[in-house]
């Protein structure tokens, strides 16, 4: 079983930083890209940064320059560093990773999400 678990979401004033983890448990063999993904109340979950296996990153422009995902392997964790907030910004994130396990078959895997909300 496999499970990914977000942490270091809260309350933050705009202008603010906050950085987010996410650990993957379980039983793992090798894991691919692993991403965050946000859903804003009423709006679609949206893409916000994904990181390869090699460190390669992509970003949507809205983030571009504010927020930097990076990944420690050895961990099986993957961080979000937040800077410059907007209150746009507010919403649950979601940690996502592609993992093998056990079946020796990669998956994707989600978090349950942690609540970020910047105060304007």
């Known amino acids: 079983q496999v499970q990914l678990v977000e942490s270091g979401g809260g309350l933050v004033q705009a202008g603010g930083s906050l950085r987010l983890s996410c650990a993957a448990s379980g039983s793992i063999f090798s894991i691919k890209t692993m991403a965050w993904y946000r859903q804003a109340p009423g709006k679609q979950r949206e893409l916000v940064a994904v990181?390869?296996?090699?460190?390669?990153?992509t970003y949507p422009d809205s983030v571009k320059g504010r927020l930097t995902i990076s990944r420690d392997n050895a961990r099986n964790t993957v961080y979000l560093q937040m800077n410059s907030l907007k209150p746009e910004d507010t919403a649950a994130y979601y940690c996502n990773a592609n993992i093998r396990g056990h079946n020796l078959r990669y998956m994707d895997y989600w978090g349950k999400g942690t609540l970020v909300t910047v105060s304007s």
């Open positions: 990181i390869s296996n090699g460190g390669s990153t």
